[in-house]
């Protein structure tokens, strides 16, 4: 269906020595400047390491969100904005509370906390500090399904004038005791007459061995089968699929017990999708512009999925303006067939 880019000039050496004249003059005046004040260099070296000795040498400034401010309203300030968990084993909760206080003059009110994802949520905290007041955010992490590095984010929203939202942070890295990978993955089925078969990899990051006690798959129809690779620290396990297939997509899991108590189950998603028998793809062809500037092609595949060869034995079209080409790619399994439209082409009126 048919729709509608001799010598080079080196600056350098040219404002070289006005560059160098500069740098001398200003060291020149800095001099002068300070033996003016009544001062010599070296006293002023001799005064700054006294100072050092009696610890009084300048602090860093903290963040903007984390200082007073000059402000006669009320003013969010939080010991540490950023908190860094280290790294945890994939399914622990991470717990931590955010001190923060009221750093202003007038009463703070905490409108409201948001989350970045539904993996972390937060307790009970005061909704409302006067000034000089302190309290507590606690947050709760769920680090299930996360693998590596990983930030998540925690927007506190408040009367504060001057920043009404502060971000937190909880950053630090997951990993999992057991690694487990699809070998191949499940994916389209390429004969339909044929079992279809995929493997999962298991691979132990504990530094103790463990053992598979049983697999069980969501539907009777997935056949699995274990392979040891390495005793107590690799393993493969195949699944099975066989015809008849129903046309569509697929999916299931499997449940693996191990004898670890770090982790006694494991969740494996599987999916699979059975073509039609005729596949013919795309369904339909667009025409985003009419009339065509230009002549313009577009290819039709057609793949045999049946498990023995077929043959196109004609193609055709109602309409004499688009010209057809067809071409077997794979004997029997693969064709394509191509469309020219002419340029200046447009739909025929009904």
Not at 153 to 160: F, K, L, P, Q, T
Not at 189 to 205: A, C, F, G, M
């Given at each position: 269906m048919i729709m509608s880019e001799n010598q080079r000039f080196d600056p350098f050496m040219v404002f070289g020595g006005v560059v160098l004249a500069c740098v001398a003059i200003i060291a020149l005046l800095g001099f002068i400047m300070n033996a003016g004040q009544g001062q010599s260099v070296p006293e002023k070296v001799a005064d700054s390491q006294s100072s050092a000795a009696r610890g009084d040498q300048h602090q860093p400034e903290r963040p903007f969100f984390m200082r007073s401010r000059n402000t006669d309203g009320p003013v969010l300030e939080f010991d540490e904005p950023v908190y860094d968990f280290?790294?945890?084993?994939?399914?622990?909760?991470?717990?931590?509370?955010?001190?923060?206080?009221?750093?202003?003059?007038?009463?703070?009110?905490?409108?409201?906390?948001?989350?970045?994802?539904?993996?972390?949520?937060?307790?009970?905290?005061?909704?409302?500090?006067?000034?000089?007041?302190?309290?507590?955010?606690?947050?709760?992490?769920?680090?299930?399904?996360?693998?590596?590095?990983?930030?998540?984010?925690?927007?506190?929203?408040?009367?504060?004038?001057?920043?009404?939202?502060?971000?937190?942070?909880?950053?630090?890295?997951?990993?999992?005791?057991?690694?487990?990978?699809?070998?191949?993955?499940?994916?389209?089925?390429?004969?339909?007459?044929?079992?279809?078969?995929?493997?999962?990899?298991?691979?132990?990051?504990?530094?103790?061995?463990?053992?598979?006690?049983?697999?069980?798959?969501?539907?009777?129809?997935?056949?699995?089968?274990?392979?040891?690779?390495?005793?107590?620290?690799?393993?493969?396990?195949?699944?099975?699929?066989?015809?008849?297939?129903?046309?569509?997509?697929?999916?299931?899991?499997?449940?693996?017990?191990?004898?670890?108590?770090?982790?006694?189950?494991?969740?494996?998603?599987l999916y699979y999708f059975a073509p039609p028998p005729v596949e013919v793809r795309p369904a339909s062809i667009v025409l985003f512009a009419l009339p065509t500037k230009e002549e313009f092609e577009s290819t039709v595949w057609i793949s045999n999925h049946t498990g023995r060869p077929i043959e196109v034995t004609d193609v055709s079209i109602n309409d004499a303006a688009i010209k057809l080409k067809a071409f077997e790619d794979r004997p029997g399994k693969e064709f394509r067939i191509t469309l020219t439209f002419p340029k200046g082409y447009d739909l025929p009126k009904e």
């Open positions: 280290g790294k945890v084993m994939a399914g622990v909760y991470v717990d931590h509370s955010f001190r923060f206080r009221n750093a202003g003059k007038k009463t703070l009110r905490i409108i409201s906390v948001n989350m970045s994802c539904g993996c972390t949520t937060a307790g009970k905290w005061p909704r409302k500090l006067e000034p000089g007041q302190e309290g507590e955010l606690p947050v709760k992490l769920d680090t299930k399904g996360f693998s590596g590095a990983i930030s998540k984010s925690i927007d506190v929203e408040s009367n504060d004038p001057l920043h009404p939202v502060v971000t937190l942070k909880l950053n630090g890295n997951v990993w999992k005791p057991i690694v487990v990978k699809h070998v191949g993955g499940m994916g389209i089925i390429p004969d339909l007459t044929k079992p279809y078969e995929r493997s999962v990899r298991l691979s132990n990051r504990l530094n103790k061995p463990i053992k598979i006690l049983g697999i069980t798959p969501s539907d009777p129809g997935f056949k699995t089968s274990l392979k040891t690779l390495k005793d107590g620290y690799e393993y493969l396990v195949t699944i099975t699929i066989s015809p008849p297939y129903k046309t569509g997509g697929f999916s299931g899991k499997l449940e693996i017990k191990t004898s670890a108590k770090e982790v006694p189950s494991l969740k494996v998603n």
